[in-house]
């Protein structure tokens, strides 16, 4: 089976490259350009394609119209979009009805999803037989059990620690992610990487309360399992040394793109269009997640939509980049009222109020807690 993965992002090619190649009977194929995609397409006839949604030139989405559409093409190949942007149902039936792919993965990808999406469209895949590759494959499942099972509870120290990592993770590099120097060695990479995975997998918790946290574990070793096969394989980890080393000159270029994102998406919310604000913020936050704005605005927009969850982790972002902005608390704290937190919401209140003592939203905050306290429910 011909497979061509398509991403301008050198670390996911590389994930899913080293995760096809378990398998039997696969010719991969790797592209990072849109224009060049098509024509693989066109001439290679590939079974089947995965695409990044927002690579250069042509976009992802639209090459798979042009694709799906093109009556020429006597058998098109199967088509995954994947994206790190458009998140949710909504997203993946718009993909699938308006660009007609056959599926859709959302970024940090999973490989047990990624597997499962590709044996729905092409058939049963078979491993290879080669036993050092299943073991390397076993080292970087995302959420397999670790092979020593330490049940750990969930104290607020612990999901503090959690959510902290969830938060910085992608847009940690891979060494930090590991929490390794860049001249670590590979027998420290490997010892950094099952420390991590221990540290982090759900199943090592006896309770984790809700199904967020679970998410935010699984979340966090998708990162750890790409740092690993990358800083594992020295071909690799030259690519990514070499790839830091110009880092500078394509921050600039990724940069204008987030605030030209950002200026975009405050018109939007301006004229209350909240939903293409919400599109425009996460596309900011997704291209420069080191600017509170963009976590701040992109939270608002959401929050405005009654999405307190999504919301809290915006709120959350701004904070951890400024820590002492009231209003970052002040809208941190409203989305705890929302979700059914009093008790952090007042501590953020009264924070605010001895910043800023005339902030009538923290007050009117106070004003709703004293509301659950003598009614057990907000107005």
């Known amino acids: 089976m011909k497979v061509l993965i398509v991403d301008d992002d050198q670390d996911i090619l590389n994930m899913i490259n080293a995760f096809l190649r378990h398998y039997k009977d696969i010719n991969i194929i790797i592209s990072k350009n849109g224009e060049e995609a098509y024509q693989i397409i066109i001439n290679e006839r590939p079974d089947l394609a995965i695409i990044d949604g927002l690579i250069p030139g042509i976009h992802g989405f639209e090459i798979c119209k042009k694709i799906k559409e093109d009556t020429g093409l006597q058998k098109p190949p199967k088509i995954i979009i994947i994206s790190g942007i458009y998140k949710g149902l909504k997203y993946k039936f718009d993909v699938i009805k308006t660009y007609h792919a056959d599926d859709y993965l959302e970024k940090p990808i999973k490989k047990e999803e990624l597997l499962t999406k590709i044996e729905a469209l092409t058939g049963k895949l078979e491993l290879q037989e080669d ?5 390397e494959m076993s080292e970087v499942a995302v959420c397999e059990m ?7 509870k969930i104290d607020p120290e612990t999901k503090k620690m959690i959510e902290d990592m969830y ?6 590099g891979h060494y930090d992610v590991l929490g390794v120097k860049d001249n670590a060695s590979p027998d420290e990479i490997k010892a950094a990487y099952r420390k991590t995975v221990k540290k982090y997998h759900p199943d090592v918790y006896s309770s984790l309360g809700d199904d967020s946290v679970r998410d935010k574990l699984c979340d966090i070793l998708s990162y750890v399992s790409v740092a690993y096969v990358t800083l594992s394989n020295p071909e690799k980890r030259r690519e990514y040394d070499k790839v830091l080393t110009i880092k500078p000159a394509r921050l600039a270029a990724v940069q204008d793109k987030a605030r ?3 200026e975009e998406g405050k018109k939007h919310l301006k004229e209350k269009n909240y939903q293409k604000a919400e599109h425009l913020f996460e596309v900011a936050v997704y291209y420069d997640a080191t600017i509170s704005e963009y976590h701040y605005h992109y939270g608002l927009a959401l929050a405005i939509q009654n999405k307190f969850r999504e919301a809290e982790k915006e709120f959350e972002g701004a904070r951890r980049l400024e820590p002492h902005n009231a209003k970052y608390l002040t809208e941190l704290g409203l989305v705890f009222l929302e979700l059914g ?4 919401a007042k501590g953020l209140f009264e924070k605010v109020l001895s910043i800023s003592p005339d902030n009538t939203r923290a007050a009117e905050g106070l004003k709703k807690i004293k509301d659950v306290n003598r009614r057990g429910r907000i107005k």
Do not use: G, Q
């Open 260 to 262: 030209a994102a950002f």
């Open 146 to 152: 670790p092979e020593e099972k330490i049940e750990r």
């Open 341 to 344: 937190f009093p008790l952090r």
């Open 131 to 135: 036993r050092a590759a299943n073991k």
């Open 167 to 172: 938060l910085k993770c992608e847009r940690l």
